[in-house]
């Protein structure tokens, strides 16, 4: 059973920054992709960014150019940097990871922005 654990989250001020990592239980490499999504009350689950096996990256237009997914390969950890946070990021922010045998979904971290 593949678990990704979730940490980073919490409350921030509106131009803030907070950085989430993800932590799955094998090694990132043997995903076809890694991602990070959020979800708020009353809305689908939404795509926020993603990194493959082979480095590529990919962000929803609304992050594009304030948040930055990354990979350490020595902690076998995924990032997500999140900076000039606005009050519309606030959400549960979910790390997943898919295989030839399916998807797997972290239990997620709140973040809040508010002033």
């Known amino acids: 059973q593949v678990q990704l654990v979730e940490s980073g989250g919490g409350l921030v001020q509106p131009g803030g920054s907070l950085r989430l990592s993800c932590v799955p239980s094998r090694s990132t490499f043997s995903f076809n992709a890694m991602s990070w999504y959020r979800q708020t009350p009353g809305k689908q689950r939404e795509l926020v960014a993603s990194i493959t096996s082979a480095g590529n990256t990919d962000y929803a237009d609304s992050v594009k150019g304030r948040f930055t997914i990354s990979r350490d390969n020595a902690k076998n950890t995924i990032y997500l940097q999140m900076n000039s946070l606005k009050p519309e990021d606030t959400a549960v922010y979910h790390c997943?990871?898919?295989?030839?045998?399916?998807?797997?979904w972290g239990q997620g971290t709140q973040v809040t922005v508010s002033s």
């Open positions: 997943n990871a898919y295989d030839r045998y399916g998807g797997y």
